[in-house]
């Protein structure tokens, strides 16, 4: 109980610092400059990320009917 208790007084004390950070890409990229992505190289993993969600909810929809390309 007594670790509960502490965890919790840990939470809340911190909370108002971790919501004071702000976690966008941007934000992130002035606090580290030298490891920042270019404009392109965001741009691609921007692609790339969306082309793999795409590819998730394609694979894990719900089939109704047998799609011969996939077979």
Request: proline share 4%.
């Amino acid at each position: 109980m007594l670790r509960l208790m502490s965890l919790v007084g840990c939470l809340t004390l911190s909370a108002p610092t971790i919501a004071d950070h702000h976690f966008s890409y941007e934000e992130i990229a002035k606090r580290f400059p030298k490891q920042a992505m270019s404009a392109h190289e965001r741009e691609d993993a921007e692609m790339q990320g969306e082309c793999l969600v795409g590819l998730k909810q394609l694979i894990f929809q719900e089939r109704r009917e047998v799609d011969p390309v996939a077979e």
